[in-house]
């Protein structure tokens, strides 16, 4: 019954659009220009609705920038504020661009609307202007590149010290496991044919390595250590994404990638700057009103999480970890009470 | 490449007998590459229809992630029970959303109808060199469409995996539904619409190099046909490679092969794959990925220079260096592909070779920008709706060029890629843009195509709204990209930290419908105006191709007599006589392609 009334009224409404329009068209004064290509009044209009459209786009950059930068998430890692200098840099470049060309072209739009029997300007090159125009942008953005270039083997070429943590981050269809390599630093063998039981991560039980190796669900971290992560896959393609961190690396099965860095702020430290706890304030805020949440989910305590960032299935919105980076003695206490997977299997 | 084609010794238009078309030779089996181009326009239109549907499905998930809608239930059936989408479906719309957006409308759309259009009519020919192998391309881009648009109605729903199709998860049924039946018809329908693109591109180029008229010279042709011709020679080079690599895929999955497999666990058993690479679909894949993006952006801004210099009454600026950049762009188009895969796993080394060749590819682009700029400057716009079109499609093209700065400095990319920056970035630069030179395209050749008007008022409507829109939905979403919010979430409530950007992508949504909605002007005006339409004069925008010298109703052969011999490019516009005291004809400020060299007038070296 609601479905024909409501196609009733749908229909009722197209009749009624159309009987309006249909009236319009019989109102038009005779003499009016029918021809659908524009005239002189509609060059004005149309050239005055881009300055409109001026105020409206330079309006939303502002807003965007002015309301929206704040979600820019804090960096927490060695590499981050090189990272953040080449971002704003390269941001501060384009928008300078953006600003000085959309403007140019909004205002010929304006300026140079048609006036019948006016003249245009025969112009048809200058290869001087080409030439400047090319030229420009090359100096400008083989500095830029070259820039992003240092950077980008730097953050890539991870040397493995002595300090370096080396740890196995293990992805699978929807969450994530951490081996660390345990006192060796070495991390045993392991390949998904080991899977058994127990032996989740198809570490390979003969390997002497693997004995002390130790699995965990949770991340930690010690601060101001260098980490290189060795990732790996059970099933299909997954993408390790540390935001705060500035990193991010898929997760191949069949094949072992890897990135490293050195986190620099601790879970507790993030938490209490000035950013974080406005942050948290707000999002407590919104969750408080919140009718969907059970009562112990509508308080929010910042933790640092990796988060699954290549398409790799249903749950692919909530595959995540939490990371806690804290001060080395609280790691070597936290790790000191997990279990090797020497202790595991040793259970079974 | 300057050599004037040779007159056809026997210019046939009529020899063998001509007989009235039955109704299923003009309109449905029809060789004449106007209909053809109009069945491409058609079909990739309601093609558009579907893929924006299936985006405010998306967008009104996204904005409101908790609330139920009975439309889910109405268009998703059971995927969207008691008015909650399920996420396998959300998934799947978002791969079908860009599969139809980029190959169906982008692709076939833009490339098929104008391609079709414009290459007889602007290079001076009767038809394409065959009009059976143009014929079989359209039919078989829509029995491709067709294939695709029944995947929806496949048990384990269409295919999941992203459009990029990625294995393992494209591979394997057990990792996510769609990659079983629904997976299988995407491959099939992507093989027969390669089929039809290479037919198409194959077509585009023998007539381009083989049929142009007397006089018509590579270097006065229109840029249009510079454009399509191009266009066609990329999709030549690069479309097979993803035939390579969907047939790979297909082994993978029903013949046993390893090629992309290896090393898998699923669903509580060991599979039997060794020895093959994820990554190295990725480098097939995006080897033709990146083309592909051109593929849809060279036409675009091929129209866009016609319909700037038309309506500026200006030569567009800088004609050779256009031709330069588009080849420019073609050749670096085959060299940037792995900007795609910085973080996939590859060896970093080729991370810094290909964030070299993507900034020189950053070059030709920007001067495009800057020729169509000048070609504006110190000109008398007529400010028709096709060139609003064309001026916010140079709008968009600048602002989604410049994001592609950062997203192609690899260590940039580290932490945005995957994100809704990347989202914002591709839709402006490759949709926005294409579909504003499919619109720009449809306006001014309207006339041309049906013999009458576009009505303009509805035109304006059509395009402040969606000017506003665009632009309301993609620049804010760079922001929350910027925020670390990652593509093809189905939600983000299951983190606390992204609550405070739910707002904004409530008004990235609302923007959405808004813009959806005003496409509706558009659909209105366009099948109102093919039957009560104003008709057209023959040369409506005073323009100096060859198109609009054929007669208002569309004729077999395009020209009742001879076909029209050229002497000049085609942007002598605002062109003034030797003495500078008035235009080279009198009283009019163009000089078609057709008109010979005036008295009183200087030839121009081109």
Not at chain 2, 219 to 237: E, S
Not at chain 2, 587 to 604: K, R, S, T, Y
């Amino acid at each position: 019954m609601t479905a024909l009334l409501i196609i009733i009224v749908a229909a009722l409404l197209g009749i009624t659009i159309w009987q309006i329009t249909k009236i319009f068209k019989l109102s038009q004064p005779i003499e009016s220009d029918d021809s659908q290509i524009a005239n002189n009044k509609d060059n004005e209009k149309q050239g005055k609705l881009f300055l409109v459209f001026i105020v409206f786009f330079y309006g939303l950059m502002f807003y965007s920038f002015w309301s929206l930068s704040k979600f820019y998430a804090p960096g927490a890692s060695e590499h981050s504020a090189d990272y953040d200098q080449l971002f704003f840099i390269s941001l501060a470049l384009i928008m300078f661009v953006q600003v000085i060309i959309q403007f140019m072209l909004h205002w010929f739009g304006y300026k140079y609307r048609g006036q019948k029997g006016r003249r245009a300007l025969f112009y048809a090159d200058n290869d001087k202007l080409e030439f400047i125009w090319t030229i420009i942008p090359v100096i400008t953005l083989s500095a830029l590149i070259i820039y992003g270039l240092f950077s980008w083997s730097e953050i890539m070429n991870v040397e493995e010290t002595d300090e370096t943590l080396v740890v196995e981050i293990y992805a699978y269809q929807f969450a994530w496991r951490v081996r660390y390599s345990g006192e060796d630093r070495t991390l045993g063998e392991a390949n998904v044919r080991f899977i058994e039981g127990i032996n989740q991560l198809g570490v390979n039980e003969t390997d002497p390595y693997a004995k002390d190796d130790i699995i965990t669900t949770e991340l930690h971290l010690p601060v101001d250590r260098p980490v290189l992560f060795k990732f790996r896959s059970q099933d299909v393609l997954h993408s390790a994404y540390f935001p705060f961190f500035r990193s991010q690396m898929n997760v191949v099965p069949g094949m072992t990638t890897q990135f490293g860095f050195t986190p620099t702020t601790t879970s507790k430290d993030i938490r209490n700057s000035e950013y974080m706890v406005d942050k948290v304030r707000n999002i407590n805020e919104i969750r408080k009103n919140n009718v969907n949440l059970g009562p112990d989910e509508k308080t929010y305590e910042f933790e640092y999480y990796l988060l699954c960032n290549k398409i790799c299935g249903v749950s692919h919105y909530n595959m995540q970890m939490k990371i806690v980076v804290e001060t080395e003695e609280e790691y070597q206490k936290w790790i000191s009470e997990q279990q090797t997977f020497g202790e595991l299997t040793a259970q079974n | 490449m300057s050599v004037a084609a040779q007159p056809l010794a026997n210019d046939h238009v009529h020899e063998e007998g001509h007989h009235e078309p039955s109704f299923i030779e003009k309109y449905i089996f029809s060789t004449d590459h106007k209909m053809i181009a109009k069945q491409y326009l058609i079909t990739g239109l309601s093609m558009g229809f579907i893929g924006i549907a299936m985006s405010m499905l998306m967008r009104l998930q996204l904005a409101w992630p908790n609330e139920t809608f009975w439309i889910y239930e109405v268009l998703l059936g059971r995927f969207g029970e008691d008015g909650v989408m399920d996420p396998s479906i959300y998934l799947a719309l978002s791969t079908i959303h860009g599969t139809i957006m980029i190959f169906y409308v982008l692709t076939a759309g833009l490339s098929g109808t104008f391609s079709n259009l414009l290459i007889p009519l602007q290079i001076g020919a009767r038809d394409m060199a065959s009009g059976f192998m143009n014929m079989l391309s359209y039919w078989l881009f829509f029995i491709s469409c067709v294939i695709i648009v029944s995947s929806f109605f496949v048990e384990a729903g269409p295919a999941s995996a992203g459009w990029t199709v990625y294995p393992p998860l494209s591979a394997l049924p057990q990792a996510i539904g769609g990659s079983g039946l629904g997976m299988t018809l995407w491959l099939i329908a992507i093989t027969i619409f390669v089929a039809s693109s290479l037919l198409g591109s194959l077509n585009y180029i023998v007539t381009v190099l083989n049929l142009r008229t007397q006089g018509m010279t590579m270097t006065r042709l229109p840029l249009t046909i510079w454009a399509f011709f191009v266009t066609a020679i990329i999709g030549v080079v690069s479309f097979p490679v993803l035939l390579a690599a969907a047939l790979l895929l297909l082994m993978d999955r029903s013949f046993g092969t390893s090629f992309f497999l290896s090393d898998i666990y699923i669903q509580g058993e060991v599979l039997s794959y060794q020895g093959g690479s994820p990554v190295l679909y990725e480098h097939l894949f995006w080897f033709l990925g990146h083309p592909e993006v051109y593929i849809v952006l060279l036409p675009a801004l091929g129209i866009t220079s016609e319909i700037l210099a038309t309506n500026s009454r200006k030569p567009i600026f800088g004609y050779r260096a256009m031709i330069a950049s588009i080849l420019a762009i073609a050749f670096l188009s085959t060299v940037v592909w792995g900007h795609h895969m910085f973080v996939s796993g590859m060896n970093p080394f080729l991370g810094s070779v290909f964030t070299f060749t993507t900034l020189l590819i950053a070059i030709p682009s920007g001067v495009k920008a800057f020729n169509f700029i000048t070609t504006l400057w110190k000109g008398n716009l007529q400010l028709n709706p096709a060139m609003l079109f064309a001026i916010g499609l140079v709008s968009t093209f600048i602002t989604g060029g410049l994001t592609g700065i950062i997203l192609g400095d690899s260590t940039l990319d580290i932490n945005v890629h995957d994100t809704y920056f990347v989202i914002a970035h591709f839709h402006l630069v490759m949709g926005i843009v294409g579909v504003y030179g499919l619109l720009a395209g449809i306006y001014h050749w309207f006339p041309k195509m049906f013999g009458r008007m576009m009505n303009k008022n509805l035109g304006y409507v059509h395009f402040w709204i969606t000017a506003v829109g665009a632009y309301g939905i993609f620049f804010p979403m760079h922001f929350i990209g910027m925020a670390g919010l990652p593509r093809r979430y189905y939600k983000f409530t299951e983190f606390p930290y992204f609550d405070d950007l739910a707002n904004t992508n409530i008004l990235i949504s609302v923007f959405a419908f808004v813009t959806a909605g005003a496409q509706l002007f558009f659909v209105y005006n366009f099948i109102h105006s093919i039957f009560y339409g104003k008709k057209a004069e023959q040369n409506p925008w005073k323009s100096n191709t060859l198109e609009w010298t054929t007669p208002v109703k569309n004729i077999h052969g395009n020209w009742p007599g001879e076909i029209p011999k050229v002497y000049r490019w085609s942007y002598d516009y605002s062109k003034l006589n030797k003495e500078e005291t008035d235009y080279v004809i009198t009283g009019q400020d163009f000089v078609p392609q057709n008109i010979p060299l005036q008295e009183h007038e200087e030839e121009m070296d081109d």
